[in-house]
């Protein structure tokens, strides 16, 4: 198992890639501490895992909000004693254009994604330091908008840049003293996301003759892929990676928009 009894954090764990998460880190013997705001659907994912043998606590605590993060990191260290891992998961995604975005939208967008996983960021690290056998890593949920982006996506863009900001300066002032801090930056996810989009197309079959010419694998990538992509930067086989930003996207974003779409004669070899 490669999480046996470390105590790590998931935000955002009701649902989506947060539900995953919860359960491959409880699967590889970590107790897990999953926050959200509902409570109803977080209780239900915890009494499952504890069925299947697994350790579980559910909190709950809006990232925007300071008094619930420490409550979170409190709670997390009056169970289990003390703190690993920390998956700063919970998001929200915003589409409007620039030009219309008030004030209230960007500082709520900045609340939650920015704001949120940095001073969760910051209380986990300080735990990780002070305890017996001081270490810990920390994953932030950033997105392939951190390598580009679109329109209608300037607050949300802007808050994922911030964390792999963020995390490269908290990585930095770490490495030494045994604390990772890494991003790793989804593609387009099986989750409501997809749902929406597809709702939105014309046929579902339209849709995905677009993605399947953008995504180079042709495929959407599954919660459980993100999971084990957070179980890797958790785990100590990811012991030399910090400071990292790990597109998570089938090949998403090494694709060339300006591909040719024949085969050249002049270029020798095509
Ligand atoms: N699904 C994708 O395709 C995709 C792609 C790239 C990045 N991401 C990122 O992955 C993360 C999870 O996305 P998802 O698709 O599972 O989204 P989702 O909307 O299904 O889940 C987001 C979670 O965050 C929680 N959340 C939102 N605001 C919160 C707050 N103030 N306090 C506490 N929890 C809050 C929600 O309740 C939910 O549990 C997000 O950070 C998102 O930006 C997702």
Same mark, same amino acid.
């Given at each position: 198992?490669?999480?046996?009894?470390?105590?790590?954090?998931?935000?955002?764990?009701?649902?989506?890639?947060?539900?995953?998460?919860?359960?491959?880190?409880a699967?590889?013997?970590?107790?897990v501490?999953?926050?959200?705001?509902?409570?109803?659907?977080?209780e239900?994912l915890e009494s499952k895992i504890k069925k299947a043998g697994g350790e579980a606590l559910s909190?709950?605590?809006?990232?925007?909000?300071?008094?619930?993060?420490?409550?979170?990191?409190?709670?997390?260290?009056?169970?289990?004693?003390?703190?690993?891992?920390?998956?700063?998961?919970?998001? $929200? !995604?915003?589409?409007?254009?620039? #030009?219309?975005? @008030? *004030?209230?939208?960007? &500082?709520? =967008?900045? +609340?939650?994604?920015?704001?949120?996983?940095?001073?969760?960021?910051?209380?986990?690290?300080?735990?990780?330091?002070?305890?017996?056998?001081?270490?810990?890593?920390?994953?932030?949920?950033?997105?392939?908008?951190?390598?580009?982006?679109?329109?209608?996506?300037?607050?949300?863009?802007?808050?994922?840049?911030?964390?792999?900001?963020?995390?490269?300066?908290?990585?930095?002032?770490?490495?030494?003293?045994?604390?990772? $801090? !890494?991003?790793?930056?989804?593609? #387009?996810?099986? @989750? *409501?996301?997809?749902? &929406?989009? =597809?709702? +939105?197309?014309?046929?579902?079959?339209?849709?995905?003759?677009?993605?399947?010419?953008?995504?180079?694998?042709?495929?959407?990538?599954?919660?459980?892929?993100?999971?084990?992509?957070?179980?890797?930067?958790?785990?100590?086989?990811?012991?030399?990676?910090?400071?990292?930003?790990?597109?998570?996207?089938?090949?998403?974003?090494?694709?060339?928009?300006?591909?040719?779409?024949?085969?050249?004669?002049?270029?020798?070899?095509?």
């Amino acid at each position: 198992m490669l999480l046996k009894n470390k105590v790590i954090i998931i935000t955002g764990a009701s649902k989506g890639l947060g539900v995953a998460m919860a359960e491959v880190c409880a699967q590889q013997g970590a107790r897990v501490v999953m926050a959200a705001r509902s409570k109803g659907l977080l209780e239900e994912l915890e009494s499952k895992i504890k069925k299947a043998g697994g350790e579980a606590l559910s909190v709950i605590c809006d990232v925007s909000k300071p008094a619930d993060l420490k409550h979170l990191v409190e709670s997390a260290v009056d169970a289990f004693g003390r703190i690993d891992g920390l998956i700063n998961n919970a998001g $929200v !995604n915003y589409v409007k254009s620039a #030009l219309e975005v @008030t *004030e209230e939208e960007w &500082d709520r =967008v900045m +609340a939650v994604d920015l704001k949120g996983s940095f001073f969760l960021t910051q209380l986990c690290a300080r735990q990780m330091l002070k305890q017996k056998d001081p270490g810990g890593s920390i994953v932030q949920i950033a997105s392939v908008h951190t390598h580009a982006s679109l329109e209608g996506a300037a607050p949300y863009d802007a808050a994922k840049c911030g964390m792999v900001g963020f995390s490269k300066a908290v990585a930095v002032e770490l490495a030494d003293k045994g604390v990772r $801090v !890494n991003v790793l930056s989804p593609g #387009l996810c099986r @989750t *409501e996301i997809w749902k &929406d989009i =597809v709702a +939105a197309a014309p046929s579902e079959s339209e849709c995905w003759d677009y993605w399947n010419a953008n995504i180079p694998a042709k495929k959407l990538i599954e919660p459980e892929e993100i999971a084990n992509a957070c179980l890797f930067l958790l785990s100590d086989l990811s012991s030399s990676i910090t400071g990292a930003n790990l597109m998570a996207d089938h090949g998403m974003t090494s694709l060339l928009v300006s591909r040719e779409p024949y085969a050249s004669k002049s270029i020798e070899g095509g």
